[in-house]
Each structure stands twice: as C-alpha cells, then as structure tokens.
C-alpha cells in the first residue's frame, strides 16, 4: 500500500542493526519451480529488514513473504517485483519511485514457464488505503468517541470509498486474468491483506483512530478483501484469506502484533504496515494453502542491502513527497 502520506515527520533513532535468527529448515517436497511474486507494499515489506536495492524505492524486503515462501518451497528460480505504492496499472505500466528509482511493468516478470504466482494489490487503487489512514487520525479529535472518518467518506448517503472499491474488484480481476495469458501453466495466488484494527477496543496511541472509526477501517479492509476473493474466483485464481488467521495478531496486539501502528521504525515496518512477523505468519499460510510443510525456512540477503543512512534518505523522501 501506499507509503508517502503515511509516514510520520519523527524518525525513530536507530542505534544498532536487527540481525536475521535462523528458522526451522522446512523439509516440504519441491512442488514449485519458477515463482514470481507481483504486489504493493504489503507484499514488498517496507522498513523489513533487510531491503534490497533494486530499486531502494520499492521497499522491497528480503524477509517479505515472497522470500520466506520462494525459501520455504525451495523454488529454482524466484523474482520478487513487488513495490511498495503500486497499483493495478503498474502490472503493466512502469512506476516512479523515491530516490531516482523506477520499477519496471510488474508483468514483465512473467514467463511462458512460470508455474506459480502470489500477487497481493488493490489497496492502493483510487488511493483507498492512503487516504484512510492520511485522513482518519487528523479526525479523531473532532469526535473522539464517534465516527467522524466514515461521516466524512459518506456523500448523500453512499460511503464513497466503498464505491471506489468496487471498481477495485474489476481491475483485480483483469489483473488475474493478465497473469493466466502470460503464464497459462502457473498456479496463482491472490493474497489478502491481514487485519489492522482490533476486534474489540482501541489502542489510540497506537493506531490513532476515533473509537467508532475502528469498525470503519475494518468495514474498508473486509471490502478489499472481498473484492480480491471475488476476482480470484472470476478466473480461477486461489484467493488466500490473510485476514481470517491475522486475529489477535493487528496492530492494537502489542508484541503479537503483526502491523506497524502509526510510527515509522526504521529497522522493523513503515506505519500502517507489516511487520516481519507478519510475513512469517503470511508465508505459513500461503504454504499451507500450496499443500506444503508449513514450517517457515527465513533468509539471509543474498546481494547488497540498504543500510541505515540509505534507510534515512528513503524516509525523508517519503515524507517530502
């Protein structure tokens, strides 16, 4: 999902470097070749230790769950092009992204022999996500026990961003549908996005939400989720329901969280983001989904790494815009 608008002006001091553990090996059977992973931030892992470079803008992760699942499967040959702000058109479209960067048309990663591809998008689309979380915090304190951030989206009676994500299903669909004609022999996974806001109560320090607009984020995330299960099924796709299993694990859940709240750290998530735990818990069950050992092999970089002055720069700009 979209990353400009979201970070905060603080940046968290980082002192010390987050180094890799070393997981419990899976010992699944290969079922998997020749693995392309497509998506936005939610795929890409921004702030996840370690990001890769190719390009920097991208927020690509190399503990994002692409990584851990191509290690997991023991994949041949994996390429992760997932970019943190893309949307639909950027399967096919190049993208623009901070530091002089620019990713390539997502699609083009395809291949005839391709045999299976995960791609999570949508959020972004119409600026959904961005602008939940760009305009809700800025509301709570207009009515800080109400719903001040739906009453806002809501004109003449119709909720306008849940009109927008219809749409959203549409242009999922002819994305799905894009990955079938490049790689007719693939196995593709549409991947949901995991709960950010708890199921009961709040945590406003954490996710600085008016208590009523907790109901309304989730109303907006529960919509994009059915969007991607519903183009899934239009053309075949497996939808893998990241939700669902997310419960007790959002960003109000403290150290089971799987979600960043509002703050930026340079070292673990963006705001409004996954964590690395929620990629580990993403991969297991997509890995479960594929019929594998569901035992999560992590990764160690295998080319260069941003480091904490590159990390620095890409959240000025960021934040600069």
Request: hydrophobic share 40%; with cysteine; glycine share 10%.
């Amino acid at each position: 999902m979209t990353l400009r608008r979201l970070l905060t002006a603080a940046v968290v001091v980082v002192t010390s470097l987050v180094t890799v553990g070393t997981g419990a090996a899976a010992a699944a059977t290969p079922g998997y070749a020749r693995y392309v992973a497509l998506g936005d931030s939610y795929t890409s892992g921004p702030f996840i230790p370690f990001m890769r470079l190719n390009p920097i803008g991208c927020g690509r992760s190399t503990n994002n769950y692409p990584s851990l699942l191509a290690a997991t499967l023991h994949v041949s040959s994996f390429t992760d092009v997932s970019c943190g702000g893309a949307d639909t058109t950027n399967m096919t479209k190049s993208q623009s992204v901070p530091l002089f960067g620019t990713n390539p048309p997502q699609f083009n990663a395809l291949r005839a022999n391709t045999d299976l591809v995960t791609v999570g998008i949508g959020g972004n689309d119409d600026s959904v996500f961005g602008t939940v979380v760009g305009t809700c915090p800025g509301l709570r304190a207009s009515d800080p026990h109400g719903a001040p951030c739906k009453a806002h989206f809501t004109v003449n009676g119709q909720d306008t961003l849940l009109a927008d994500i219809a749409d959203t299903q549409t242009k999922v669909t002819a994305v799905a549908q894009g990955i079938h004609q490049r790689s007719p022999h693939a196995k593709v996974l549409v991947i949901g996005y995991p709960r950010i806001a708890p199921a009961t109560g709040t945590c406003p320090d954490v996710l600085p939400f008016a208590d009523g607009d907790y109901a309304y984020l989730d109303s907006i995330e529960r919509a994009l989720n059915t969007a991607a299960s519903n183009a899934a099924r239009a053309v075949g796709a497996t939808f893998v329901d990241t939700y669902g299993p997310s419960l007790g694990h959002d960003a109000c859940a403290g150290g089971n969280a799987w979600i960043q709240g509002q703050s930026l750290d340079l070292l673990a998530a963006a705001p409004y983001h996954p964590r690395k735990a929620a990629m580990v818990g993403e991969t297991a069950i997509i890995a479960g989904v594929l019929g594998v050992d569901r035992s999560v092999t992590t990764t160690t970089p295998d080319g260069p790494t941003a480091g904490v002055s590159t990390l620095t720069d890409l959240a000025h700009a960021l934040l600069n815009g």
